[in-house]
């Protein structure tokens, strides 16, 4: 993006690495941030992608990602999120999603609650994003089955919610008009809602999480963070 741009502001950006190292009780260790895992997953090691995967395929299996208040997550809360963030991902489905029932990705907003949501239904992807506005996005897409496939979610409030999948880009750059938000958001559930974790079956691996935090203003904290300073136009 250009530098002479007379709209770009200097933008501090945190990488978080949330690649998993191990599962110990019902913790799930990254370098960035440890995540609560239900139902006894496993954590494997993928051949194919040559990193950590965990398996969420028995009813009631998750992970859960809790706000951390000195962690500048955008995916942990996303009313911290004031310059945009960048959320990578791979992800296999271990069988056919049910046509009749959505296959939840991301779950952390629903009524009146800001955060994500990212589910599969019907062969369409859906992908939204809620702060006080609501960005969504709906593309139909078939693939095959234990396959792995790439994820990457990019936001921010100017140029739009962008979701790429294996370098695939589908746009949703104007948001709705303003929502009624009145509460904090809450938890991130990696495979599962909030409504239907108890009996949920995810039949999905995930791996290689990365999220990446455009952070403006002095006051910044960092957790096993790569920081750079770029110029961005928004």
Not at 52 to 73: P, R
Not at 75 to 86: E, M, S
Not at 190 to 215: A, D, F, K, L, W
Not at 216 to 226: A, D, E, F, M, S
Request: with cysteine; proline share 3%; aromatic share 12%.
């Amino acid at each position: 993006m250009s530098s002479t741009d007379s709209n770009a502001h200097t933008h501090t950006a945190v990488e978080l690495n949330y690649n998993f190292i191990s599962i110990e009780g019902n913790q799930l260790y990254t370098p960035a941030h440890n995540f609560t895992a239900h139902g006894h997953p496993l954590l494997i090691q993928s051949a194919t992608l040559n990193k950590t995967a965990v398996v969420l395929n028995k009813t009631g299996q998750y992970i859960e990602y809790s706000n951390h208040a000195n962690l500048q997550s955008c995916i942990g809360n996303i009313l911290h999120c004031k310059a945009g963030f960048t959320f990578t991902f791979e992800l296999k489905f271990l069988q056919a999603p049910a046509v009749t029932s959505k296959a939840y990705i991301l779950s952390s907003s629903g009524a009146l609650h800001p955060g994500i949501e990212m589910y599969y239904f019907n062969h369409t992807f859906y992908l939204s994003i809620m702060t006080n506005k609501l960005w969504v996005l709906e593309f139909p897409y078939g693939f095959s089955v234990e396959i792995w496939h790439t994820y990457k979610i990019v936001w921010n409030e100017i140029n739009g919610l962008i979701l790429h999948i294996d370098g695939m880009n589908i746009f949703s750059k104007i948001p709705s008009e303003n929502v009624s938000v009145s509460l904090q958001p809450l938890s991130l559930f990696i495979g599962s809602s909030h409504n239907h974790q108890s009996n949920n079956r995810p039949n999905i691996m995930i791996s290689g999480m990365t999220e990446i935090v455009y952070i403006t203003g002095k006051r910044l904290t960092l957790v096993n963070c790569k920081i750079s300073f770029k110029k961005t136009s928004i």
